[in-house]
């Protein structure tokens, strides 16, 4: 009979309170892992699976951004979106938030560069959540000013129908700085997916207003 050699091994739990000897080798029994010991890490280091170093749909993407305590890309654009024309309110861009991606705790960075032409006109950016008629995180307005940039963020607050958006739409500064008013909220359920919208409008239609880019990464929990 062939000799059988076996690993030490252990839960998930288990092994995250367990300090594993240098070069040791054990198995997460949970999520079928192998971990490294350096003899003084707690849990010791985890060795990337298949399915973890090779992700092939949004599902495994979101399980590895997860199990790592990663961020991931939900959305990027590095090409210019114009309008110009009409008064109206005009998406320019939209990304999806997949269904129950946040979790309870789960938070969105949304990073943006937008243009305009130099007039005294009203040109106004804005970020919506949950679609082109939800609640603005971002709304700032450019007259003589010709390039803005910004950085937002949108986390979950312990469910997955509460939000908070980090900063006040009335601050110019990119998404830093005070206000006078307390941050907003939004009790949008996150358990289906959310439409994250870029818009621009103008006071003037003689005039263009340009969504230059965006980043918008998702940290799940």
Request: net charge positive; hydrophobic share 40%.
């Amino acid at each position: 009979m062939a000799t059988q050699r076996k690993l030490r091994r252990g839960t998930t739990s288990e092994l995250n309170a367990f300090t594993p000897a240098q070069a040791e080798v054990v198995v997460d029994t949970t999520l079928n892992q192998l971990r490294v010991g350096d003899g003084s890490t707690l849990g010791g280091f985890k060795v990337a699976t298949e399915l973890q170093a090779i992700p092939t749909t949004d599902a495994q993407r979101i399980i590895n951004a997860r199990a790592n305590k990663a961020g991931i890309v939900l959305g990027q654009s590095a090409a210019a979106v114009s309008v110009t024309g009409t008064a109206t309110e005009t998406v320019l861009a939209t990304v999806t938030v997949p269904a129950g991606f946040l979790g309870l705790n789960g938070s969105i960075d949304i990073i943006t560069l937008w243009s305009n032409n130099n007039s005294g006109n009203n040109k106004t950016f804005r970020g919506r959540w949950n679609g082109a008629g939800g609640n603005a995180f971002l709304g700032v307005v450019q007259t003589t000013n010709v390039a803005y940039s910004d950085f937002r963020r949108i986390a979950n607050r312990n469910s997955a129908s509460s939000q908070i958006f980090f900063n006040r739409v009335s601050v110019s500064t990119g998404g830093w700085g005070a206000g006078s008013s307390a941050s907003p909220t939004d009790t949008v359920n996150t358990s289906s997916a959310v439409d994250i919208v870029l818009t621009a409008q103008l006071a003037n239609t003689g005039d263009t207003a340009t969504l230059e880019g965006y980043i918008i990464i998702g940290y799940p929990t």
